[in-house]
């Protein structure tokens, strides 16, 4: 639950530093911050696929089985 929780948690981070960066792109002055923002939706997209992978590796979440390898009757 924790780590769905932290999922979560830095999926909104990314949604919140794209709503931020918005103003900034449309104004196209700052570029160094509109820089700052897109490495923080890197790290925090980086991080979510990190959390996954390991929730994922060590059985604290299990992907959906897939249709192709399902047994057909």
Same mark, same amino acid.
């Given at each position: 639950? !924790? %780590?769905? !929780? #932290?999922? %979560? $948690?830095? &999926? !909104?981070l990314v949604i919140i530093s794209l709503a931020a960066s918005l103003p900034q792109f449309l104004r196209a002055r700052e570029n160094n911050k509109m820089t700052q923002l897109l490495g923080r939706r890197l790290l925090f997209s980086a991080l979510i696929l990190v959390l996954v992978i390991v929730a994922i590796? &060590? $059985? !604290? %979440?299990?992907?959906?089985? @897939?249709?192709? #390898? @399902?047994s057909q009757q």
């Open positions: 639950m !924790l %780590i769905k !929780l #932290l999922v %979560i $948690g830095a &999926t !909104l590796a &060590t $059985g !604290l %979440i299990q992907p959906n089985p @897939s249709p192709w #390898l @399902s």
